[in-house]
């Protein structure tokens, strides 16, 4: 299928820059405990391959370069020591904390924020032999709570599970609270959102915390932008709140376009595309699938003052025609290295440095080698040359930087920047190459080509490019030129992104970025589409509906350019139903299909009961294990209780129990390697993870498809309550007077461990050793290890 059948519109198009869905998905999870690797990928995700980055140290409005304003004191209604207390007084954990450190603005945020009335406190609190530090804003005006995070250890083994407390309940201590750190916000302009991003006590093992988002009105509209996050865990404290201490003007909430007729720009112009989209889970690509989703500008907010769609820079889109070329094939080609072994540090810098211009003065510092966040089977080199920190000044000062990641076994670069850090701070300019003249825009296009053609391994067969004049390309400053490439399989475009590049005016790299998730072979072509694009059209602007609110543009850089932050008065197109918000029309089946298996389970519709629980004598287990998203049922609905498992899914289950997240934390250190996993194998991730908490020495990878007994489960349970070394001391005949079938069982120790914690019990006078465990059993066994917490030598489930 070629691309011009793939969109249905009037108006063909791609924006250009990322989804404003997607910026406000990276705003957000930055605010979450484990949402840093997750905004990355929020980003990458989008339809666009524009790179957005966003300032995780003002989450939600954003930083404003030239409305910065130097901390004067003497400005403050509130006073140092007031601020303290207020502090101590909202969080009673900090009756033991020191204040090592009090500033008036804010000076640990890069760009600085315009609002500097905040009194910024540090504190540190000394635990055992370690010490702790974090800050609390407050400010210095109205003395609401900016932000604040407790961030120490201090609930030691404890039993967590049943919480003392619902959600309902946490729910109305959160809006208390809000009422008295917030003084300036009256009881109207907080409203709880349905964020999808926030889900309740992520994991079984562990303090359980429920998350809050709460937005605030304004001039009696919704801000799309500003709200406020808050933690309580299930004991009933709050150890989380943030809520943006930025200060932006909003315009009248008097629109001048009516609601009717953006309704008829939005019906008009929106428009869908067929494509591949990557499935999200644990912050990493879990799959993919061929889908019709919103074209790139379908979804913009349009500017209900003037009735023109915004895009992600504050520009409004006027005109929306793009064309589509293919890269011809340059002189250079990127060529893989061959070598099985990966680069060392030298190395990789030098083929950066052969490639590639380096401004004069910077050296390299810091080379990391790590996992691609992107593809976690790929490691890659994280390079940073920067200038001499001798001369850095200012309490919060980047030495200018260059940066580049390089894929440590091929040598492809997968990012660079020539500028780091660029938010527009006065900086000396490039100097211009000798005899060297600028270039026009055919000739900066050109060049552009050049460099894709050599850093991008079949460029001009996988790429196209995506070509909206010099208007749009040429950068404000005058002195860069930026281009996007989109990526083809099977002729059909890949909807993460493809190759977002800036060359400067001589023709240097600028800026260079590709989103490297790679489509499986076997992906269905255009044939296997059986819903048609007007099918596809329909079902979208069924879903979706305007909503009068103030959006925020701004306050993140787009292909490493800082965009000013600003408040418009928008129509918002927002979905009918929430869980089809971040969901894609599947092409072949037809069926919605959720990109981001990480939202809320209930919000997106995944925590249907299965079909077949209802009078299952584990009903109630299994049904949290389903909240937890531990247990999925089936494409059928069915969730087969009564089935066996294997040892790969105890593991499992385990694992996610105590960190759904445990994909992003797997680390290829020598523990997880002596367990003997090879790298590709399936549970590769499950049973490093599990040898990092100690709970498995080695396995023999074929043990992991064969059905569990439960004697082997018998020996997991005693390695994770870590009781191995007292398994040792029991004797076969210490079951010899519970269960007639004592001589069959080869880990008398484990099973006496096992029984006497009321983890197993016997059946029939009889422990049946070599019987396979059901689902079901595992759930009931799962949930009982769960309640065992604080009640044995050693904490459950935590290192």
Same mark, same amino acid.
């Given at each position: 299928?070629?691309?011009?059948?793939?969109?249905?519109?009037?108006?063909?198009?791609?924006?250009?820059?990322?989804?404003? @869905?997607?910026?406000?998905?990276?705003?957000?999870?930055?605010?979450?405990?484990?949402?840093?690797?997750?905004?990355?990928?929020?980003?990458?995700?989008?339809?666009?391959?524009?790179?957005?980055?966003?300032?995780?140290?003002?989450?939600?409005?954003?930083?404003?370069?030239?409305?910065?304003?130097?901390?004067?004191?003497?400005?403050?209604?509130?006073?140092?020591?007031?601020?303290?207390?207020?502090?101590?007084?909202?969080?009673?954990? $900090?009756?033991?904390?020191?204040?090592?450190?009090?500033?008036?603005?804010?000076?640990?945020?890069?760009?600085?924020?315009?609002?500097?009335?905040?009194?910024?406190?540090?504190?540190?609190?000394?635990?055992?032999?370690?010490?702790?530090?974090?800050?609390?804003?407050?400010?210095?005006?109205?003395? =609401?709570?900016?932000?604040?995070?407790?961030?120490?250890?201090?609930?030691?083994?404890?039993?967590?599970?049943?919480?003392?407390?619902?959600?309902?309940? @946490? $729910?109305?201590?959160?809006?208390?609270?809000?009422?008295?750190?917030?003084?300036?916000?009256?009881?109207?302009?907080?409203?709880?959102?349905?964020?999808?991003?926030?889900?309740?006590?992520?994991?079984?093992?562990?303090?359980?915390?429920?998350?809050?988002?709460?937005?605030?009105?304004?001039?009696?509209?919704?801000?799309?932008?500003?709200?406020?996050?808050?933690?309580?865990? +299930?004991?009933?404290?709050?150890?989380?709140?943030?809520?943006?201490?930025?200060?932006?003007?909003?315009?009248?909430?008097?629109?001048?376009?009516?609601?009717?007729?953006?309704?008829?720009?939005?019906?008009?112009?929106?428009?869908?595309?067929?494509?591949?989209?990557?499935?999200?889970?644990?912050?990493?690509?879990?799959? !993919?699938?061929?889908? !019709?989703?919103?074209?790139?500008?379908?979804?913009?907010?349009?500017?209900?003052?003037?009735?023109?769609?915004?895009?992600?820079?504050?520009?409004?889109?006027?005109?929306?025609?793009?064309?589509?070329?293919?890269?011809?094939?340059?002189?250079?080609?990127?060529?893989?290295?061959?070598?099985?072994?990966?680069?060392?540090?030298?190395?990789?810098?030098?083929?950066?440095?052969?490639?590639?211009?380096?401004?004069?003065?910077?050296?390299?510092?810091?080379?990391?080698?790590?996992?691609?966040?992107?593809?976690?089977?790929?490691?890659?080199?994280?390079?940073? !040359?920067?200038?001499?920190?001798?001369?850095?000044?200012?309490?919060?000062?980047?030495?200018?930087?260059?940066?580049?990641?390089?894929?440590?076994?091929?040598?492809?670069?997968?990012?660079?920047?020539?500028?780091?850090?660029?938010?527009?701070?006065?900086?000396?300019?490039?100097?211009?190459?000798?005899?060297?003249?600028?270039?026009?825009?055919?000739? @900066?296009?050109?060049?552009?080509?050049?460099?894709?053609?050599?850093?991008?391994?079949?460029?001009?067969?996988?790429?196209?490019?995506?070509?909206?004049?010099?208007?749009?390309?040429?950068?404000?400053?005058?002195?860069?030129?930026?281009?996007?490439?989109?990526?083809?399989?099977?002729?059909?475009?890949?909807?993460?992104? +493809?190759?977002?590049?800036?060359?400067?005016?001589?023709?240097?790299?600028?800026?260079?970025?590709?989103?490297?998730?790679?489509?499986?072979?076997?992906?269905?072509?255009?044939?296997?589409?059986?819903?048609?694009?007007?099918?596809?059209?329909?079902?979208?602007?069924?879903?979706?509906?305007?909503?009068?609110?103030?959006?925020?543009?701004?306050?993140?850089?787009?292909?490493?350019?800082?965009?000013?932050?600003?408040?418009?008065?928008?129509?918002?197109?927002?979905?009918?139903?929430?869980?089809?918000?971040?969901?894609?029309?599947?092409?072949?089946?037809?069926?919605?299909?959720?990109?981001?298996?990480?939202?809320?389970?209930?919000?997106?519709?995944?925590?249907?009961?299965?079909?077949?629980?209802?009078?299952? !004598?584990?009903?109630? =287990?299994?049904?949290?294990?389903?909240?937890?998203?531990? $247990?999925?049922?089936?494409?059928?609905?069915?969730?087969?209780?009564?089935?066996?498992?294997?040892?790969?899914?105890?593991?499992?289950?385990?694992?996610?129990?105590?960190?759904?997240?445990?994909?992003?934390?797997?680390?290829?250190?020598?523990?997880?390697?002596? @367990?003997?996993?090879?790298?590709?194998?399936?549970?590769?991730?499950?049973?490093?993870?599990?040898?990092?908490?100690?709970?498995?020495?080695?396995?023999?990878?074929?043990?992991?498809?064969?059905?569990?007994?439960?004697?082997?489960?018998?020996?997991?349970?005693?390695?994770?309550?870590?009781?191995?070394?007292?398994?040792?001391?029991?004797?076969?005949?210490?079951?010899?007077?519970?269960?007639?079938?004592?001589?069959?069982?080869?880990?008398?120790?484990?099973?006496?461990?096992?029984?006497?914690?009321?983890?197993?019990?016997?059946?029939?006078?009889?422990?049946?050793?070599?019987?396979?465990?059901?689902?079901?059993?595992?759930?009931?066994?799962?949930?009982?290890?769960?309640?065992?917490?604080?009640?044995?030598?050693?904490?459950? +489930?935590?290192?």
């Amino acid at each position: 299928m070629k691309q011009q059948v793939n969109k249905v519109g009037k108006a063909a198009g791609r924006k250009s820059s990322a989804k404003l @869905a997607f910026v406000g998905l990276v705003a957000l999870s930055v605010a979450l405990p484990q949402g840093a690797a997750f905004a990355e990928d929020a980003a990458a995700s989008s339809t666009s391959t524009t790179t957005v980055v966003v300032d995780s140290g003002n989450a939600g409005t954003g930083s404003s370069k030239s409305g910065n304003t130097a901390a004067d004191p003497s400005k403050a209604k509130v006073t140092k020591e007031l601020a303290i207390a207020k502090v101590r007084e909202w969080f009673p954990a $900090l009756e033991a904390a020191t204040v090592s450190q009090v500033d008036y603005g804010v000076n640990n945020v890069y760009p600085a924020p315009s609002n500097q009335n905040v009194w910024t406190i540090q504190w540190q609190v000394e635990v055992g032999n370690g010490s702790y530090g974090f800050s609390s804003q407050v400010d210095a005006i109205t003395g =609401d709570l900016i932000h604040t995070y407790i961030s120490f250890p201090r609930e030691g083994n404890k039993s967590y599970y049943p919480p003392k407390i619902t959600r309902e309940q @946490a $729910l109305e201590k959160a809006k208390a609270f809000i009422a008295k750190v917030v003084p300036s916000l009256s009881v109207d302009e907080v409203k709880e959102s349905d964020s999808m991003f926030y889900s309740d006590a992520q994991t079984l093992f562990g303090p359980v915390n429920y998350y809050f988002n709460f937005s605030i009105m304004k001039n009696g509209l919704p801000s799309g932008f500003e709200s406020i996050n808050i933690t309580i865990t +299930g004991d009933g404290e709050v150890t989380q709140f943030s809520r943006p201490g930025e200060k932006l003007d909003y315009p009248s909430s008097m629109p001048t376009v009516s609601k009717a007729d953006a309704e008829k720009k939005l019906r008009e112009e929106f428009q869908v595309e067929l494509g591949y989209v990557p499935v999200y889970k644990n912050g990493a690509i879990s799959d !993919w699938v061929l889908a !019709w989703g919103p074209a790139s500008d379908a979804t913009q907010p349009i500017n209900a003052l003037t009735g023109h769609k915004i895009n992600s820079e504050g520009e409004e889109i006027t005109a929306t025609k793009v064309t589509y070329s293919d890269v011809p094939m340059g002189t250079k080609l990127f060529q893989p290295r061959t070598s099985t072994t990966e680069l060392t540090s030298d190395e990789a810098a030098k083929l950066v440095e052969q490639i590639v211009f380096i401004p004069e003065g910077r050296k390299l510092s810091y080379p990391n080698l790590g996992k691609d966040y992107q593809n976690p089977e790929r490691n890659t080199w994280r390079l940073r !040359w920067e200038e001499d920190r001798q001369n850095m000044a200012g309490p919060f000062y980047f030495p200018a930087q260059t940066s580049a990641t390089v894929d440590a076994l091929t040598g492809q670069f997968l990012e660079f920047q020539i500028e780091s850090y660029n938010y527009g701070e006065p900086r000396e300019p490039l100097a211009a190459p000798s005899g060297a003249a600028k270039l026009n825009y055919d000739q @900066a296009k050109q060049r552009a080509l050049e460099w894709v053609n050599q850093l991008y391994p079949q460029a001009s067969r996988d790429l196209k490019l995506m070509e909206r004049g010099e208007t749009w390309s040429r950068l404000s400053n005058g002195e860069q030129y930026r281009f996007e490439l989109n990526r083809y399989v099977n002729d059909i475009p890949v909807l993460s992104g +493809g190759v977002s590049i800036t060359v400067d005016a001589y023709g240097r790299l600028f800026f260079y970025s590709i989103n490297r998730g790679e489509v499986p072979a076997n992906m269905p072509d255009g044939k296997a589409v059986t819903v048609t694009a007007e099918q596809a059209l329909k079902s979208y602007m069924d879903n979706y509906e305007l909503e009068l609110q103030y959006s925020q543009i701004g306050g993140y850089t787009i292909d490493n350019t800082y965009v000013e932050p600003k408040v418009y008065l928008v129509y918002s197109p927002q979905s009918k139903e929430a869980s089809k918000a971040y969901q894609v029309l599947n092409a072949v089946t037809g069926k919605w299909v959720t990109t981001f298996e990480d939202l809320r389970a209930e919000q997106m519709g995944g925590n249907v009961e299965p079909k077949d629980l209802k009078g299952h !004598w584990a009903e109630a =287990d299994i049904k949290t294990l389903v909240q937890y998203r531990i $247990l999925e049922p089936d494409d059928q609905g069915n969730l087969n209780p009564d089935q066996s498992i294997t040892v790969g899914d105890w593991l499992t289950y385990t694992v996610k129990a105590a960190n759904p997240y445990y994909t992003g934390y797997v680390q290829a250190s020598s523990t997880a390697a002596k @367990a003997g996993i090879p790298v590709d194998h399936p549970y590769y991730q499950v049973v490093s993870y599990a040898a990092e908490l100690g709970w498995i020495d080695t396995i023999d990878p074929s043990q992991l498809d064969k059905v569990l007994t439960r004697e082997q489960l018998a020996v997991l349970l005693t390695s994770i309550v870590k009781y191995d070394r007292l398994a040792n001391f029991y004797e076969k005949d210490v079951l010899n007077p519970q269960f007639s079938d004592a001589e069959k069982i080869t880990r008398p120790g484990e099973v006496a461990i096992a029984v006497r914690l009321g983890l197993l019990q016997g059946q029939n006078g009889k422990f049946n050793p070599q019987r396979p465990v059901t689902k079901a059993e595992a759930a009931s066994i799962l949930m009982r290890l769960v309640k065992l917490q604080g009640k044995t030598d050693q904490a459950i +489930g935590l290192e």
